[in-house]
Protein backbone atom coordinates (compact mmCIF):
# COMPACT_ATOMS: atom_id res chain seq x y z
CA UNK A 1 0.00 0.00 0.00
CA UNK A 2 2.76 2.32 0.99
CA UNK A 3 4.72 1.74 -2.46
CA UNK A 4 1.35 2.79 -4.09
CA UNK A 5 0.47 5.86 -2.40
CA UNK A 6 4.11 6.93 -3.65
CA UNK A 7 3.47 6.17 -6.99
CA UNK A 8 -0.21 7.74 -6.83
CA UNK A 9 1.83 11.41 -5.20
CA UNK A 10 4.46 11.07 -7.94
CA UNK A 11 1.69 10.61 -10.83
CA UNK A 12 -0.72 13.47 -8.73
CA UNK A 13 2.51 16.10 -8.99
CA UNK A 14 3.10 15.19 -12.98
CA UNK A 15 -0.74 15.63 -13.94
CA UNK A 16 -1.92 19.16 -15.12
CA UNK A 17 -5.39 18.95 -14.82
CA UNK A 18 -6.28 20.27 -11.33
CA UNK A 19 -9.72 17.61 -11.14
CA UNK A 20 -7.60 14.52 -11.48
CA UNK A 21 -5.34 15.61 -8.89
CA UNK A 22 -8.29 16.57 -6.28
CA UNK A 23 -9.45 12.58 -7.57
CA UNK A 24 -5.86 11.13 -6.88
CA UNK A 25 -5.50 13.44 -3.30
CA UNK A 26 -9.05 12.11 -2.54
CA UNK A 27 -8.42 8.62 -2.78
CA UNK A 28 -4.98 9.46 -1.11
CA UNK A 29 -6.41 10.90 2.21
CA UNK A 30 -9.03 7.71 1.96
CA UNK A 31 -5.72 5.64 2.07
CA UNK A 32 -4.25 7.14 4.84
CA UNK A 33 -7.50 7.49 7.41
CA UNK A 34 -7.68 3.34 6.38
CA UNK A 35 -4.58 2.31 7.26
CA UNK A 36 -4.30 2.62 10.94
CA UNK A 37 -7.91 1.26 11.29
CA UNK A 38 -7.52 -1.61 8.71
CA UNK A 39 -4.21 -2.50 11.06
CA UNK A 40 -5.97 -2.41 15.07
CA UNK A 41 -9.75 -4.02 13.39
CA UNK A 42 -7.44 -6.74 11.85
CA UNK A 43 -5.73 -7.34 15.60
CA UNK A 44 -8.78 -7.99 17.06
CA UNK A 45 -10.66 -9.90 14.26
CA UNK A 46 -7.15 -12.17 15.10
CA UNK A 47 -7.01 -12.04 18.76
CA UNK A 48 -10.55 -12.19 19.22
CA UNK A 49 -12.54 -14.28 16.55
CA UNK A 50 -15.62 -15.01 18.59
CA UNK A 51 -17.04 -11.25 18.48
CA UNK A 52 -18.94 -10.83 15.03
CA UNK A 53 -18.52 -7.18 15.85
CA UNK A 54 -14.74 -7.16 15.23
CA UNK A 55 -14.68 -9.63 12.09
CA UNK A 56 -17.57 -7.07 10.80
CA UNK A 57 -15.28 -4.10 11.47
CA UNK A 58 -12.60 -5.46 9.73
CA UNK A 59 -14.85 -6.22 6.70
CA UNK A 60 -16.12 -2.76 6.42
CA UNK A 61 -12.64 -1.22 6.44
CA UNK A 62 -11.33 -3.47 3.77
CA UNK A 63 -14.81 -2.68 2.11
CA UNK A 64 -13.35 0.80 2.09
CA UNK A 65 -10.36 0.12 0.90
CA UNK A 66 -11.76 -1.60 -1.82
CA UNK A 67 -14.20 1.58 -2.99
CA UNK A 68 -11.32 3.65 -3.06
CA UNK A 69 -8.90 1.20 -5.51
CA UNK A 70 -12.54 1.71 -7.85
CA UNK A 71 -12.63 5.19 -7.38
CA UNK A 72 -8.70 4.93 -8.64
CA UNK A 73 -9.40 3.06 -11.36
CA UNK A 74 -12.05 5.50 -12.51
CA UNK A 75 -9.64 8.55 -12.25
CA UNK A 76 -7.19 6.09 -14.28
CA UNK A 77 -9.74 5.72 -17.24
CA UNK A 78 -10.59 9.39 -17.10
CA UNK A 79 -13.98 9.30 -15.45
CA UNK A 80 -14.83 11.95 -13.38
CA UNK A 81 -16.37 11.56 -9.74
CA UNK A 82 -19.20 13.34 -9.26
CA UNK A 83 -18.65 13.87 -4.64
CA UNK A 84 -15.05 15.74 -6.04
CA UNK A 85 -16.69 18.01 -8.09
CA UNK A 86 -17.08 21.58 -7.76
CA UNK A 87 -20.30 22.62 -8.38
CA UNK A 88 -23.43 24.86 -6.90
CA UNK A 89 -25.54 22.95 -5.08
CA UNK A 90 -29.31 22.01 -6.56
CA UNK A 91 -31.82 24.64 -5.10
CA UNK A 92 -29.76 26.99 -5.57
CA UNK A 93 -28.54 26.18 -8.76
CA UNK A 94 -32.91 26.12 -9.41
CA UNK A 95 -33.44 29.58 -8.10
CA UNK A 96 -30.69 30.85 -10.35
CA UNK A 97 -32.15 29.40 -13.62
CA UNK A 98 -35.57 29.87 -12.54
CA UNK A 99 -34.41 34.09 -11.77
CA UNK A 100 -33.33 33.76 -15.53
CA UNK A 101 -35.65 31.51 -17.31
CA UNK A 102 -38.35 34.07 -16.06
CA UNK A 103 -37.42 37.38 -17.44
CA UNK A 104 -38.40 35.62 -21.30
CA UNK A 105 -41.53 33.88 -19.85
CA UNK A 106 -44.08 35.24 -22.05
CA UNK A 107 -41.85 34.74 -25.11
CA UNK A 108 -41.24 30.98 -24.75
CA UNK A 109 -43.36 27.92 -26.09
CA UNK A 110 -45.40 26.07 -24.38
CA UNK A 111 -43.03 23.60 -23.44
CA UNK A 112 -40.81 25.89 -22.09
CA UNK A 113 -43.34 27.31 -19.94
CA UNK A 114 -44.12 24.19 -18.64
CA UNK A 115 -40.83 23.31 -17.82
CA UNK A 116 -40.41 26.79 -15.82
CA UNK A 117 -43.77 25.82 -14.17
CA UNK A 118 -41.97 22.94 -13.32
CA UNK A 119 -38.68 24.35 -11.67
CA UNK A 120 -40.92 26.32 -9.48
CA UNK A 121 -42.81 23.68 -8.21
CA UNK A 122 -39.59 21.63 -7.48
CA UNK A 123 -38.44 24.70 -5.51
CA UNK A 124 -41.55 24.80 -3.67
CA UNK A 125 -41.89 21.17 -2.87
CA UNK A 126 -37.84 21.84 -1.40
CA UNK A 127 -38.89 24.92 0.50
CA UNK A 128 -42.11 23.13 2.06
CA UNK A 129 -40.03 19.94 3.41
CA UNK A 130 -37.56 22.77 5.16
CA UNK A 131 -40.57 24.47 6.61
CA UNK A 132 -41.99 21.40 7.72
CA UNK A 133 -38.66 20.28 9.25
CA UNK A 134 -38.54 19.79 13.17
CA UNK A 135 -36.25 23.04 13.94
CA UNK A 136 -37.76 25.43 11.66
CA UNK A 137 -39.60 28.42 14.02
CA UNK A 138 -42.71 28.88 13.72
CA UNK A 139 -42.33 32.34 11.96
CA UNK A 140 -39.88 31.77 9.61
CA UNK A 141 -42.28 28.53 8.78
CA UNK A 142 -45.46 30.95 7.83
CA UNK A 143 -43.47 33.08 5.44
CA UNK A 144 -42.44 29.84 3.30
CA UNK A 145 -45.44 29.21 3.07
CA UNK A 146 -46.34 32.53 2.22
CA UNK A 147 -43.50 33.24 -0.14
CA UNK A 148 -44.37 29.75 -2.03
CA UNK A 149 -48.39 30.68 -2.55
CA UNK A 150 -47.13 33.96 -3.73
CA UNK A 151 -44.34 32.99 -6.40
CA UNK A 152 -47.09 30.66 -7.70
CA UNK A 153 -49.61 33.22 -8.22
CA UNK A 154 -46.96 35.39 -9.56
CA UNK A 155 -46.06 33.32 -12.03
CA UNK A 156 -49.04 32.22 -12.85
CA UNK A 157 -50.45 36.17 -13.78
CA UNK A 158 -47.18 36.28 -15.20
CA UNK A 159 -47.60 33.61 -17.93
CA UNK A 160 -51.14 35.21 -18.66
CA UNK A 161 -50.33 38.81 -18.68
CA UNK A 162 -49.83 41.07 -21.48
CA UNK A 163 -46.14 41.53 -22.58
CA UNK A 164 -46.76 45.26 -23.12
CA UNK A 165 -48.56 46.19 -20.17
CA UNK A 166 -47.30 45.83 -16.51
CA UNK A 167 -44.89 42.94 -17.87
CA UNK A 168 -41.59 44.16 -16.48
CA UNK A 169 -43.37 45.12 -12.83
CA UNK A 170 -44.77 41.04 -13.20
CA UNK A 171 -40.94 40.03 -13.15
CA UNK A 172 -39.74 42.65 -10.68
CA UNK A 173 -42.11 41.17 -8.28
CA UNK A 174 -42.05 37.33 -8.46
CA UNK A 175 -38.05 37.60 -8.57
CA UNK A 176 -38.30 39.77 -5.78
CA UNK A 177 -40.45 37.14 -4.13
CA UNK A 178 -38.36 34.36 -5.09
CA UNK A 179 -35.56 36.30 -3.11
CA UNK A 180 -37.29 36.50 -0.06
CA UNK A 181 -37.95 32.87 -0.11
CA UNK A 182 -34.32 31.90 -0.83
CA UNK A 183 -33.11 34.27 2.49
CA UNK A 184 -35.89 32.92 4.34
CA UNK A 185 -35.13 28.80 3.41
CA UNK A 186 -31.81 30.25 4.82
CA UNK A 187 -32.76 31.50 8.42
CA UNK A 188 -34.71 27.87 8.11
CA UNK A 189 -31.50 26.07 7.73
CA UNK A 190 -29.53 27.83 10.02
CA UNK A 191 -31.86 26.97 12.73
CA UNK A 192 -31.49 23.51 12.39
CA UNK A 193 -27.71 23.99 11.93
CA UNK A 194 -27.76 26.08 15.47
CA UNK A 195 -30.24 23.24 17.41
CA UNK A 196 -27.66 20.26 16.21
CA UNK A 197 -24.24 21.66 15.43
CA UNK A 198 -23.44 23.54 18.72
CA UNK A 199 -23.03 19.95 20.71
CA UNK A 200 -22.07 17.35 17.95
CA UNK A 201 -19.70 15.55 19.96
CA UNK A 202 -22.18 14.71 22.70
CA UNK A 203 -23.96 11.89 21.83
CA UNK A 204 -20.85 10.08 20.49
CA UNK A 205 -19.20 11.01 24.23
CA UNK A 206 -22.26 9.46 25.72
CA UNK A 207 -21.79 6.39 23.59
CA UNK A 208 -18.50 5.35 24.75
CA UNK A 209 -18.17 6.14 28.04
CA UNK A 210 -21.24 3.44 27.99
CA UNK A 211 -19.48 1.35 26.33
CA UNK A 212 -16.40 1.59 27.98
CA UNK A 213 -17.83 0.22 31.27
CA UNK A 214 -19.10 -3.14 29.40
CA UNK A 215 -22.40 -4.48 28.52
CA UNK A 216 -23.51 -4.09 32.01
CA UNK A 217 -27.12 -2.62 31.06
CA UNK A 218 -27.80 -3.55 27.34
CA UNK A 219 -30.45 -1.97 26.34
CA UNK A 220 -29.04 1.69 27.78
CA UNK A 221 -26.29 0.60 25.01
CA UNK A 222 -28.58 0.31 22.45
CA UNK A 223 -30.49 3.51 23.00
CA UNK A 224 -27.41 5.55 22.90
CA UNK A 225 -26.26 3.43 20.02
CA UNK A 226 -29.85 4.38 18.42
CA UNK A 227 -29.23 8.07 19.51
CA UNK A 228 -25.67 8.41 18.35
CA UNK A 229 -26.79 7.03 14.79
CA UNK A 230 -30.03 9.06 14.75
CA UNK A 231 -27.58 12.61 15.84
CA UNK A 232 -25.31 12.07 12.71
CA UNK A 233 -28.13 11.13 10.02
CA UNK A 234 -29.43 14.96 11.29
CA UNK A 235 -25.86 16.19 10.92
CA UNK A 236 -25.81 14.81 7.80
CA UNK A 237 -28.98 15.89 6.63
CA UNK A 238 -28.77 19.06 7.66
CA UNK A 239 -25.19 19.77 5.80
CA UNK A 240 -27.11 18.42 2.70
CA UNK A 241 -29.96 20.93 3.50
CA UNK A 242 -27.45 23.79 3.73
CA UNK A 243 -25.61 22.18 0.44
CA UNK A 244 -28.56 22.45 -1.28
CA UNK A 245 -28.86 26.31 -0.81
CA UNK A 246 -24.84 27.44 -1.39
CA UNK A 247 -23.19 28.92 -3.89
CA UNK A 248 -19.74 28.34 -2.85
CA UNK A 249 -18.97 25.43 -4.90
CA UNK A 250 -15.33 24.43 -3.65
CA UNK A 251 -16.91 24.85 -0.03
CA UNK A 252 -20.06 22.37 -1.47
CA UNK A 253 -17.91 19.94 -2.81
CA UNK A 254 -15.45 19.61 0.56
CA UNK A 255 -19.07 19.42 2.43
CA UNK A 256 -20.17 16.38 0.51
CA UNK A 257 -16.87 14.84 1.10
CA UNK A 258 -17.04 15.07 4.74
CA UNK A 259 -20.68 13.49 4.18
CA UNK A 260 -19.31 10.77 2.82
CA UNK A 261 -16.43 9.94 4.92
CA UNK A 262 -18.97 9.89 7.95
CA UNK A 263 -21.23 8.20 6.08
CA UNK A 264 -18.58 5.29 5.73
CA UNK A 265 -16.95 5.78 9.33
CA UNK A 266 -20.29 5.37 11.29
CA UNK A 267 -21.06 2.02 10.82
CA UNK A 268 -17.37 1.44 11.86
CA UNK A 269 -17.80 2.96 14.70
CA UNK A 270 -20.60 1.25 16.03
CA UNK A 271 -19.36 -2.29 15.55
CA UNK A 272 -16.04 -1.07 17.14
CA UNK A 273 -18.24 0.09 19.97
CA UNK A 274 -20.05 -3.20 20.71
CA UNK A 275 -16.83 -5.02 20.44
CA UNK A 276 -15.15 -2.57 23.51
CA UNK A 277 -18.76 -3.41 25.01
CA UNK A 278 -18.18 -6.85 24.77
CA UNK A 279 -14.48 -7.13 25.95
CA UNK A 280 -13.53 -3.80 27.45
CA UNK A 281 -10.83 -5.26 29.21
CA UNK A 282 -9.03 -6.33 26.04
CA UNK A 283 -5.99 -3.95 24.98
CA UNK A 284 -6.61 -4.96 21.59
CA UNK A 285 -10.05 -3.37 21.11
CA UNK A 286 -9.21 -0.65 23.65
CA UNK A 287 -6.48 0.04 21.05
CA UNK A 288 -8.96 -0.15 18.18
CA UNK A 289 -11.33 2.20 19.85
CA UNK A 290 -8.91 5.08 20.39
CA UNK A 291 -8.12 5.23 16.95
CA UNK A 292 -11.95 5.10 15.88
CA UNK A 293 -11.97 7.64 17.85
CA UNK A 294 -9.92 10.03 17.06
CA UNK A 295 -10.72 9.59 13.77
CA UNK A 296 -14.19 10.13 14.67
CA UNK A 297 -13.64 13.30 16.65
CA UNK A 298 -11.42 14.38 13.50
CA UNK A 299 -14.57 13.88 10.54
CA UNK A 300 -16.84 14.68 12.84
CA UNK A 301 -14.96 18.31 13.24
CA UNK A 302 -14.19 18.90 9.68
CA UNK A 303 -17.97 18.37 8.84
CA UNK A 304 -18.73 21.20 11.68
CA UNK A 305 -16.16 23.04 9.82
CA UNK A 306 -17.55 22.73 6.33
CA UNK A 307 -20.67 23.61 7.12
CA UNK A 308 -19.47 26.89 8.85
CA UNK A 309 -17.88 28.04 5.68
CA UNK A 310 -21.01 27.93 3.60
CA UNK A 311 -23.11 29.11 6.33
CA UNK A 312 -23.28 32.98 6.13
CA UNK A 313 -21.75 34.52 9.41
CA UNK A 314 -24.25 37.52 9.83
CA UNK A 315 -27.16 35.41 9.83
CA UNK A 316 -26.02 32.56 11.63
CA UNK A 317 -25.43 35.40 14.33
CA UNK A 318 -28.75 36.80 13.76
CA UNK A 319 -30.34 33.38 14.30
CA UNK A 320 -28.31 32.14 17.24
CA UNK A 321 -29.15 35.38 18.85
CA UNK A 322 -32.55 34.66 18.45
CA UNK A 323 -31.99 30.81 20.02
CA UNK A 324 -30.56 32.38 22.90
CA UNK A 325 -33.51 34.62 23.75
CA UNK A 326 -36.01 31.01 23.61
CA UNK A 327 -33.14 29.59 26.10
CA UNK A 328 -33.44 32.37 28.60
CA UNK A 329 -37.02 32.64 28.26
CA UNK A 330 -37.10 28.67 29.20
CA UNK A 331 -34.45 29.86 32.42
CA UNK A 332 -36.93 32.39 33.27
CA UNK A 333 -40.11 29.94 33.15
CA UNK A 334 -38.12 27.13 35.50
CA UNK A 335 -36.64 29.49 38.05
CA UNK A 336 -40.37 31.14 38.20
CA UNK A 337 -42.22 27.72 38.71
CA UNK A 338 -39.44 26.69 41.26
CA UNK A 339 -39.74 29.81 43.46
CA UNK A 340 -43.58 29.23 43.42
CA UNK A 341 -43.51 25.32 44.18
CA UNK A 342 -41.09 26.59 46.88
CA UNK A 343 -43.16 29.15 48.35
CA UNK A 344 -46.11 26.79 48.18
CA UNK A 345 -44.38 23.84 49.56
CA UNK A 346 -41.09 24.13 51.19
CA UNK A 347 -40.39 20.53 51.69
CA UNK A 348 -40.37 19.56 48.49
CA UNK A 349 -37.53 18.71 46.50
CA UNK A 350 -36.14 20.45 43.79
CA UNK A 351 -35.74 19.03 39.63
CA UNK A 352 -32.70 21.15 38.41
CA UNK A 353 -32.55 19.07 35.53
CA UNK A 354 -34.12 21.23 33.04
CA UNK A 355 -32.52 24.61 34.20
CA UNK A 356 -28.83 22.78 34.09
CA UNK A 357 -29.93 22.00 30.30
CA UNK A 358 -31.30 25.24 29.28
CA UNK A 359 -28.13 27.22 30.95
CA UNK A 360 -26.00 24.38 29.20
CA UNK A 361 -27.69 24.89 26.05
CA UNK A 362 -27.27 28.77 26.34
CA UNK A 363 -23.70 28.36 27.09
CA UNK A 364 -22.61 26.23 24.20
CA UNK A 365 -24.64 27.77 21.91
CA UNK A 366 -23.08 31.48 22.54
CA UNK A 367 -19.80 29.56 22.81
CA UNK A 368 -20.48 28.38 19.45
CA UNK A 369 -21.08 31.30 17.43
CA UNK A 370 -18.41 33.33 19.23
CA UNK A 371 -15.98 30.75 18.16
CA UNK A 372 -17.36 31.44 14.23
CA UNK A 373 -17.34 34.67 14.48
CA UNK A 374 -13.72 34.92 15.67
CA UNK A 375 -12.52 32.57 13.09
CA UNK A 376 -14.18 34.30 10.25
CA UNK A 377 -12.22 38.44 11.98
CA UNK A 378 -8.59 35.95 11.96
CA UNK A 379 -9.73 35.44 8.08
CA UNK A 380 -10.10 39.41 7.13
CA UNK A 381 -7.53 40.93 9.95
CA UNK A 382 -4.16 40.84 10.00
CA UNK A 383 -2.62 39.38 13.02
CA UNK A 384 -1.02 42.29 14.38
CA UNK A 385 -4.40 44.43 14.45
CA UNK A 386 -6.44 41.48 16.52
CA UNK A 387 -5.81 42.52 20.05
CA UNK A 388 -7.11 45.84 19.04
CA UNK A 389 -10.23 44.17 16.95
CA UNK A 390 -13.32 45.64 18.83
CA UNK A 391 -14.92 42.50 18.14
CA UNK A 392 -12.65 40.10 19.08
CA UNK A 393 -12.57 42.45 22.36
CA UNK A 394 -15.91 41.75 22.41
CA UNK A 395 -15.49 38.07 21.93
CA UNK A 396 -13.06 37.13 24.85
CA UNK A 397 -15.08 39.95 27.10
CA UNK A 398 -18.15 37.33 26.58
CA UNK A 399 -15.85 34.13 26.94
CA UNK A 400 -14.20 35.50 30.34
CA UNK A 401 -17.24 36.79 32.05
CA UNK A 402 -20.35 36.76 30.79
CA UNK A 403 -20.69 33.15 30.42
CA UNK A 404 -18.33 31.70 32.88
CA UNK A 405 -20.83 33.56 35.52
CA UNK A 406 -24.11 32.07 34.10
CA UNK A 407 -22.77 28.66 34.31
CA UNK A 408 -21.39 29.63 37.65
CA UNK A 409 -24.69 30.92 39.33
CA UNK A 410 -26.51 27.53 37.61
CA UNK A 411 -24.20 25.38 39.26
CA UNK A 412 -24.50 26.98 42.82
CA UNK A 413 -28.60 26.76 42.73
CA UNK A 414 -28.14 23.44 41.03
CA UNK A 415 -25.61 21.83 43.38
CA UNK A 416 -25.71 23.64 46.58
CA UNK A 417 -29.48 24.38 46.09
CA UNK A 418 -28.66 28.59 46.81
CA UNK A 419 -31.73 30.73 45.35
CA UNK A 420 -30.27 33.29 43.46
CA UNK A 421 -32.74 32.77 40.67
CA UNK A 422 -32.97 37.00 40.01
CA UNK A 423 -29.12 36.69 39.74
CA UNK A 424 -28.81 34.05 37.18
CA UNK A 425 -32.01 35.77 35.15
CA UNK A 426 -30.25 38.98 34.77
CA UNK A 427 -26.58 37.12 33.95
CA UNK A 428 -28.81 35.21 31.46
CA UNK A 429 -30.29 38.37 30.06
CA UNK A 430 -26.77 39.55 30.10
CA UNK A 431 -25.89 37.07 27.64
CA UNK A 432 -28.58 37.83 25.22
CA UNK A 433 -27.23 42.09 25.52
CA UNK A 434 -23.86 41.35 24.78
CA UNK A 435 -24.81 38.73 21.71
CA UNK A 436 -26.79 41.71 20.82
CA UNK A 437 -23.66 44.41 20.88
CA UNK A 438 -21.72 41.47 19.03
CA UNK A 439 -24.04 41.44 16.12
CA UNK A 440 -24.21 45.11 15.71
CA UNK A 441 -20.31 45.26 15.67
CA UNK A 442 -19.90 42.18 13.65
CA UNK A 443 -21.93 44.00 11.03
CA UNK A 444 -19.82 47.12 11.29
CA UNK A 445 -17.11 45.53 10.96
CA UNK A 446 -17.81 43.67 8.21
CA UNK A 447 -19.36 46.70 6.04
CA UNK A 448 -16.40 48.69 6.89
CA UNK A 449 -18.19 51.31 8.82
CA UNK A 450 -15.30 52.80 10.10
CA UNK A 451 -14.58 53.80 7.06
CA UNK A 452 -17.72 55.54 6.06
CA UNK A 453 -17.84 57.56 9.43
CA UNK A 454 -14.33 58.58 8.82
CA UNK A 455 -15.30 59.93 5.38
CA UNK A 456 -18.38 61.39 6.37
CA UNK A 457 -16.20 63.16 9.07
CA UNK A 458 -13.66 64.36 6.72
CA UNK A 459 -16.28 65.48 4.35
CA UNK A 460 -17.87 67.54 7.43
CA UNK A 461 -14.86 68.97 8.49
CA UNK A 462 -14.68 70.65 5.36
CA UNK A 463 -18.20 71.77 4.92
CA UNK A 464 -18.17 73.64 8.21
CA UNK A 465 -14.59 75.58 7.29
CA UNK A 466 -16.69 76.35 4.08
CA UNK A 467 -20.01 77.29 5.84
CA UNK A 468 -17.67 79.24 8.77
CA UNK A 469 -16.78 81.83 5.86
CA UNK A 470 -20.16 82.58 4.85
CA UNK A 471 -20.79 83.49 8.83
CA UNK A 472 -24.39 85.48 9.15
CA UNK A 473 -27.44 85.26 10.72
CA UNK A 474 -29.37 84.85 7.71
CA UNK A 475 -32.42 81.84 8.11
CA UNK A 476 -30.51 80.12 5.02
CA UNK A 477 -26.90 79.87 6.73
CA UNK A 478 -28.81 79.06 10.25
CA UNK A 479 -30.53 76.02 8.17
CA UNK A 480 -27.14 74.71 6.96
CA UNK A 481 -25.68 74.66 10.16
CA UNK A 482 -28.94 72.93 11.59
CA UNK A 483 -28.24 70.20 9.06
CA UNK A 484 -24.64 69.85 9.96
CA UNK A 485 -25.26 69.38 13.71
CA UNK A 486 -28.39 66.65 13.00
CA UNK A 487 -26.20 64.62 11.16
CA UNK A 488 -23.16 64.59 13.18
CA UNK A 489 -25.67 63.46 16.15
CA UNK A 490 -26.60 60.80 14.06
CA UNK A 491 -23.40 59.52 13.37
CA UNK A 492 -22.32 59.97 16.70
CA UNK A 493 -25.10 57.52 17.67
CA UNK A 494 -24.34 54.87 14.72
CA UNK A 495 -20.62 54.94 16.19
CA UNK A 496 -21.95 53.69 19.60
CA UNK A 497 -22.49 49.94 20.29
CA UNK A 498 -26.07 50.85 21.74
CA UNK A 499 -26.65 52.84 19.03
CA UNK A 500 -29.82 49.94 18.42
CA UNK A 501 -31.15 50.83 21.73
CA UNK A 502 -30.92 54.72 20.71
CA UNK A 503 -32.46 53.92 17.52
CA UNK A 504 -35.89 55.87 18.11
CA UNK A 505 -33.61 59.30 18.66
CA UNK A 506 -31.71 58.09 15.31
CA UNK A 507 -35.50 58.15 14.01
CA UNK A 508 -36.29 62.00 15.34
CA UNK A 509 -33.26 62.98 14.16
CA UNK A 510 -34.06 62.24 10.45
CA UNK A 511 -37.27 63.35 10.86
CA UNK A 512 -35.91 66.94 11.95
CA UNK A 513 -33.57 66.34 9.03
CA UNK A 514 -35.84 65.85 6.41
CA UNK A 515 -38.17 69.13 7.56
CA UNK A 516 -35.10 71.35 7.96
CA UNK A 517 -33.94 69.84 4.27
CA UNK A 518 -37.39 70.56 2.82
CA UNK A 519 -36.75 74.28 4.55
CA UNK A 520 -33.70 74.57 2.87
CA UNK A 521 -34.89 74.09 -0.73
CA UNK A 522 -38.31 76.19 -0.28
CA UNK A 523 -35.47 78.92 0.61
CA UNK A 524 -32.93 77.98 -2.77
CA UNK A 525 -36.25 78.14 -4.98
CA UNK A 526 -37.58 81.38 -3.43
CA UNK A 527 -34.24 83.06 -4.04
CA UNK A 528 -34.13 81.66 -7.04
CA UNK A 529 -37.57 82.28 -8.47
CA UNK A 530 -37.06 85.88 -7.52
CA UNK A 531 -34.44 86.52 -10.10
CA UNK A 532 -34.82 88.04 -13.14
CA UNK A 533 -32.99 85.30 -15.17
CA UNK A 534 -32.92 81.96 -15.32
CA UNK A 535 -29.10 80.22 -16.08
CA UNK A 536 -27.26 77.10 -15.71
CA UNK A 537 -25.69 77.80 -12.33
CA UNK A 538 -29.59 78.20 -10.85
CA UNK A 539 -30.83 74.71 -12.21
CA UNK A 540 -27.73 72.82 -10.93
CA UNK A 541 -27.64 74.43 -7.30
CA UNK A 542 -31.94 73.19 -7.21
CA UNK A 543 -30.84 69.87 -8.33
CA UNK A 544 -28.21 69.84 -5.53
CA UNK A 545 -31.30 70.45 -3.05
CA UNK A 546 -33.26 67.66 -4.89
CA UNK A 547 -30.98 65.27 -3.95
CA UNK A 548 -30.41 66.39 -0.77
CA UNK A 549 -34.30 65.58 -0.32
CA UNK A 550 -34.11 62.93 -1.85
CA UNK A 551 -31.02 61.49 -0.04
CA UNK A 552 -32.46 62.70 3.56
CA UNK A 553 -35.97 60.18 2.14
CA UNK A 554 -33.83 57.25 1.75
CA UNK A 555 -32.14 57.82 4.85
CA UNK A 556 -35.22 57.53 6.77
CA UNK A 557 -36.70 54.78 4.73
CA UNK A 558 -34.02 52.54 5.17
CA UNK A 559 -33.85 53.62 9.25
CA UNK A 560 -37.85 52.52 9.58
CA UNK A 561 -37.33 48.96 9.32
CA UNK A 562 -38.02 46.58 12.11
CA UNK A 563 -34.49 46.60 13.65
CA UNK A 564 -35.07 43.30 15.32
CA UNK A 565 -35.87 41.45 12.11
CA UNK A 566 -32.97 43.04 10.40
CA UNK A 567 -29.68 40.61 9.74
CA UNK A 568 -26.65 43.12 9.35
CA UNK A 569 -27.26 45.95 10.68
CA UNK A 570 -23.90 47.19 8.86
CA UNK A 571 -25.97 47.75 5.27
CA UNK A 572 -28.61 49.95 7.07
CA UNK A 573 -25.45 51.94 8.75
CA UNK A 574 -23.85 52.26 5.82
CA UNK A 575 -26.70 53.49 3.46
CA UNK A 576 -27.46 56.22 5.89
CA UNK A 577 -24.05 57.19 6.25
CA UNK A 578 -23.75 57.49 1.90
CA UNK A 579 -26.90 59.45 2.59
CA UNK A 580 -25.43 61.89 5.28
CA UNK A 581 -22.01 62.27 3.50
CA UNK A 582 -23.59 63.17 0.29
CA UNK A 583 -26.06 65.89 1.65
CA UNK A 584 -22.89 67.19 3.66
CA UNK A 585 -21.38 67.81 0.28
CA UNK A 586 -24.50 69.26 -1.07
CA UNK A 587 -24.57 71.93 1.29
CA UNK A 588 -21.57 74.45 0.14
CA UNK A 589 -22.56 75.00 -3.07
CA UNK A 590 -26.31 75.35 -2.15
CA UNK A 591 -25.35 78.34 0.55
CA UNK A 592 -22.63 79.94 -1.92
CA UNK A 593 -25.30 79.71 -4.80
CA UNK A 594 -28.08 81.21 -2.80
CA UNK A 595 -25.69 84.25 -1.38
CA UNK A 596 -24.33 84.83 -4.78
CA UNK A 597 -27.79 85.37 -5.95
CA UNK A 598 -29.02 87.52 -2.83
CA UNK A 599 -26.32 89.69 -3.42
CA UNK A 600 -26.88 90.21 -7.14
CA UNK A 601 -30.51 90.87 -6.41
CA UNK A 602 -29.63 93.56 -3.66
CA UNK A 603 -27.32 95.49 -6.02
CA UNK A 604 -30.11 94.96 -8.85
CA UNK A 605 -32.60 96.85 -5.91
CA UNK A 606 -29.95 99.47 -5.58
CA UNK A 607 -29.68 100.82 -8.71
Not at 287 to 308: F, G, H, P, R, T
Request: charged share 25%; net charge neutral; glycine share 2%.
Amino acid sequence: MDILMKQISTRQSDLLDTQKKEELALVRSMWTRCKDRLKTSSGVAIVHPELESGITNRQLVVQEINDSLKKLQQVIKGRSNSDSQSKVGMLASCFEEFEVSVIFANNMKSEQQHLLQNNLSFIIKEAISIAESASTREEHQKTIHKLCQDSEMLLFALLRSNPDSDHEKHIEKICRTTEQLRHYLQLATLDHIDDFYFLPHIPFQVLYNITAEGAKNKEQHKESEKQMVQHVLNLQMIAKMACSLSVECYHNKVVRIAINNMDSLLKQVVFATRSLANQPKSDFIKQNMDVYKAAWNKELSLLVEAVDEISPVNEFLYISLSHAKENVEQISLILDAESFCHDENSTREYNWADLDQSVDALVCRTARVLNVVKEERTKVVDERYLPNDPVIARIQHIMKYTLKDAKQLCNEIVNNNKQKYNQLKSQSMEVVIQLSKLQVEFSKASTRCDAYIESFNAELNTTEHELNKYFGTDKIHHTCQKICSILKAIVAIINEDSCIQQWPTVLRSLNDLSSEAINLDLCAREIFSTSRSSTGKSEIILNYSERMIDCTRHALHESQRNMSQYVCYGDIFVSILSSAKTIVSYLPEILKGCISRSSKRKKVFKK
